[in-house]
């Protein structure tokens, strides 16, 4: 090997988590919860109802507060990162899908879905990206509709447009098929995937849903004291 060439460090991991622990009351919601996702990669989450995976994703995405561990993105400590600086990272970088959808109520579709390229000034290509993501997810011809005139699976779709229409670096998603019927949840799961795939963006769904998370590349199971992987292709189960 040619001593003068230079071997070009790794890229760091698009998140990496290390010894990550959440306290409610004193009470421990999770501790010592610890892994990477690499761009490009999607990782799903289980595990049972109430150890903390929603809290985990509000961590990674800055919404929420920490008592150990570290958290970063591309090599930037989020923890580093006061309450401003947070929110320009999150608005530029990340794109999360809420089990709550979180739509604003005086906004119709369209403007909600483009919200992400308003805030980044990025209005010059806004409308034909953001009928482009409309369609994607089922929704073209809906953009002048209110929130309150769509059902809630149609909200979970706007929710969904919104999170990728701005093709983030990092994407989260908060049981994003729960009010999906079969089929839509089949065709929303195979966006997000080719969404992340195209954008080399790191994608970690959190489920309790068997069938999303054998699409992803890999399956980690939360408990309170750490993080475990999950084979569900040796009978592995969501709530094990």
Not at 120 to 134: K, S, Y
Request: hydrophobic letters at 50%; a negative charge.
């Amino acid at each position: 090997m040619d001593p003068a060439r230079t071997v070009p460090a790794p890229a760091p991991p698009a998140i990496a988590v290390e010894g990550l622990g959440k306290h409610y009351a004193g009470a421990a919601v999770f501790s010592a919860v610890s892994f990477d996702v690499a761009p490009g990669e999607f990782v799903a989450i289980v595990g049972e109802s109430g150890v903390g995976k929603s809290t985990l994703l509000n961590c990674l995405a800055g919404l929420d507060h920490w008592d150990a561990g570290r958290i970063a993105h591309a090599g930037q400590d989020l923890g580093a990162l006061d309450d401003d600086q947070r929110a320009l990272w999150r608005r530029a970088h990340l794109g999360f899908v809420f089990q709550a959808f979180h739509v604003l109520p005086h906004l119709d579709v369209a403007q909600n879905v483009g919200l992400p390229l308003m805030l980044l000034g990025r209005n010059d290509a806004a409308g034909a990206r953001v009928e482009a993501m409309l369609e994607a997810v089922g929704l073209g011809g809906l953009g002048a509709r209110l929130p309150q005139q769509l059902s809630g699976g149609q909200l979970q779709r706007v929710a969904i447009a919104r999170a990728l229409v701005h093709r983030p670096r990092l994407l989260l998603a908060d049981e994003p098929t729960g009010n999906l019927d079969p089929a839509t949840a089949v065709r929303i799961l195979d966006l997000l995937t080719a969404q992340a795939r195209e954008a080399g963006a790191a994608l970690v769904l959190a489920t309790h849903s068997s069938e999303a998370a054998r699409r992803a590349d890999r399956v980690l199971r939360l408990r309170a004291d750490g993080m475990v992987a999950n084979d569900l292709t040796a009978g592995g189960s969501i709530g094990a």
